[in-house]
C-alpha cells in the first residue's frame, strides 16, 4: 500500500503523484558495500534527490534501506525484488 501524501522538508504536504513529477530523475544505486551505499544515499539526498531506489544486491541494501526509512522526507524504493521473501 503505497500513501497518498508525504511530508517534505518544507513541511508543506504533497501528493505522491506531486513528488514524482517534481523530480525528473530517481537514481537506482547498486552498490554491495554498506558504508559506500548510505553515503551515496546521502550524498545525493543532500543533493535534493528525495526519492532514491536501492537494489536488493546484499543484505547491506537491506540494512541501509532500513536506516533511511526513519526519514520522513524521503521516498524509498526498493529494486530487484524477485520474490515474495525480499519483498
Same mark, same amino acid.
Given at each position: 500500500?503505497? +500513501?497518498?501524501?508525504? #511530508? ?5 504536504? %504533497?501528493? $505522491?503523484? @506531486? @513528488?514524482? @513529477?517534481?523530480?525528473?530523475? !530517481? +537514481?537506482? !544505486? #547498486?552498490? @554491495? ?13 543532500? &543533493?535534493?534527490? %528525495?526519492?532514491?531506489? /536501492?537494489?536488493? %544486491?546484499?543484505?547491506? &541494501? ?8 526513519? #526519514? &520522513?522526507? $524521503? ?5 530487484? /525484488?524477485?520474490?515474495?521473501?525480499? &519483498?
Amino acid at each position: 500500500h503505497l +500513501p497518498t501524501s508525504i #511530508r517534505t522538508k518544507g513541511d508543506c504536504s %504533497m501528493s $505522491l503523484e @506531486q @513528488q514524482l @513529477q517534481s523530480q525528473f530523475v !530517481i +537514481p537506482v !544505486i #547498486r552498490q @554491495q558495500d554498506e558504508q559506500t551505499l548510505l553515503s551515496l544515499c546521502e550524498s545525493l539526498t543532500d &543533493a535534493g534527490l %528525495m526519492i532514491l531506489e /536501492v537494489t536488493l %544486491m546484499s543484505e547491506s &541494501a537491506y540494512k541501509v534501506i532500513q536506516k533511511l526509512s526513519q #526519514r &520522513a522526507d $524521503l521516498i524509498l524504493a526498493a529494486g530487484t /525484488v524477485l520474490n515474495a521473501d525480499q &519483498a
